[in-house]
């Protein structure tokens, strides 16, 4: 019963899939291997195979060797860029808001 | 080393201010502490109207009269909390897919009768699915980070807070 979802020839559609977003939402959780996955979810082993091997083409997740298990787990780099990236953002605006909080405000002056 | 992915951004700010002032701050006069650079409109930004009710919109105005509505209001409870979606992908562009947007949630709360700690979460960031790959590359070894790096200018009186 091999369900193959079609798969983007290009690394990064990689999350817009609801399946591959669930995939990779639960490797966040805590790393797992193929077979852990494919139990939970409604889709058959191949498919969830098919979906690592876009996430990991992605930079998203990462695999090592367990034995004979591959244990799936969240890249930190893959994560880090967009958190370091709003981390920048995020601070900044809080500088100038709190600057902006600590005048009078606009109907007072 | 445990290798958690954390997949939310946060961050504090302590304000001298009460709560209702900070909050009117961040909700009414947005653009005065906006980066004017961080905004999807075509031409040079008016202003930003938060419209203050759960389902209403952020949206940018430009000076042309052009609108872009980048945020759903997911919770307004003045002067302690304030939520949104962020509908706009990793390249600043209008996300049109709900499934593919984050959230952002601020709280404020009371640190003395004049003083408000301002939260932030940024959180499901990996709902950002397209661009991540590009953005990591675009950002190297990425910006300085940490509220340390500012501890030092927001104890003292930034330029503009001086009476």
Not at chain 1, 35 to 63: I, N
Not at chain 2, 119 to 141: I, N, P, T
């Amino acid at each position: 019963m091999a369900n193959h979802q079609p798969i983007p020839a290009d690394g990064l559609a990689a999350l817009a899939d609801p399946t591959r977003r669930e995939i990779f939402e639960r490797i966040l959780d805590r790393p797992q291997a193929v077979g852990e996955l494919a139990r939970e979810l409604p889709v058959s082993r191949p498919a969830v195979s098919q979906h690592l091997k876009v996430l990991k083409d992605a930079g998203l997740v990462a695999d090592t060797a367990d034995g004979a298990r591959r244990i799936y787990r969240a890249d930190p780099q893959g994560l880090e860029a967009l958190r370091t990236y709003f981390d920048g953002f995020w601070n900044r605006a809080l500088v100038a808001f709190k600057d902006v909080a600590e005048r009078p405000s606009k109907e007072n002056r | 080393m445990t290798q958690t992915a954390d997949t939310a951004v946060r961050c504090e700010i302590v304000v001298e201010a009460p709560a209702e002032r900070a909050f009117h701050a961040f909700t009414h006069e947005m653009v005065d502490w906006w980066d004017p650079t961080h905004h999807i409109l075509e031409g040079e930004l008016a202003e930003m109207v938060v419209e203050p009710r759960v389902g209403g919109h952020i949206f940018d105005r430009g000076v042309d009269g052009s609108e872009c509505r980048w945020a759903t209001v997911i919770a307004y409870d003045p002067p302690h909390r304030f939520a949104f979606s962020w509908n706009i992908t990793t390249e600043w562009k209008l996300e049109t897919d709900p499934e593919k947007t984050s959230e952002v949630e601020i709280t404020f709360m009371e640190d003395g009768p004049d003083r408000t700690r301002v939260a932030l979460e940024h959180r499901h960031l990996e709902r950002h699915g397209d661009g991540w790959e590009g953005m990591s590359s675009a950002l190297g070894s990425g910006w300085p980070t940490g509220l340390e790096r500012f501890a030092g200018y927001v104890s003292g009186s930034g330029p503009g807070t001086a009476a």
